[in-house]
Nanobody
Framework: QAQLVESGGGLVQAGGSLRLSCAASGHTFSSNVMGWFRQAPGKEREFVAAISWGGGSTRYADSVKGRFTISRDNVNNKVYLQMNTLKPEDAAVYYC????????????????????WGQGTQVTVSS
């Protein structure tokens, strides 16, 4: 069973940067599409970014395109989210997610397409 543990969240001023990390275990990490989602208070969980098995393809929500970068390290079973030029509206709990079903390759944006989730890490952006 896949286990995902996020880290790297915290408090940052608007315009600043943070790098989130997600350590994965218990599944074949290198063959899974990985994603980042976020959920702000009172809002639904939303897609942020996804990355293909080998890291060659990525997909981003329009709201973060050009500011956030997703990457992965298949040797150390980690996925990262580099967040630059943070805005107050980026504040949320950020979740790492995996598509662990065999052979799945689409960079899905829907929550229901991911079957493994971390516990989340809080990102707070002060204005």
């Amino acid at each position: 069973q896949a286990q995902l543990v996020e880290s790297g969240g915290g408090l940052v001023q608007a315009g600043g940067s943070l790098r989130l990390s997600c350590a994965a275990s218990g599944h074949t990490f290198s063959s899974n599409v990985m994603g980042w989602f976020r959920q702000a208070p009172g809002k639904e969980r939303e897609f942020v970014a996804a990355i293909s098995w080998g890291g060659g393809s990525t997909r981003y929500a329009d709201s973060v395109k050009g500011r956030f970068t997703i990457s992965r390290d298949n040797v150390n079973n980690k996925v990262y989210l580099q967040m630059n030029t943070l805005k107050p509206e980026d504040a949320a709990v950020y979740y790492c997610a995996a598509r662990t079903s065999r052979g799945v390759s689409a960079l899905a944006t829907a929550v229901k397409e991911y079957d493994a989730w971390g516990q989340g890490t809080q990102v707070t952006v002060s204005s």
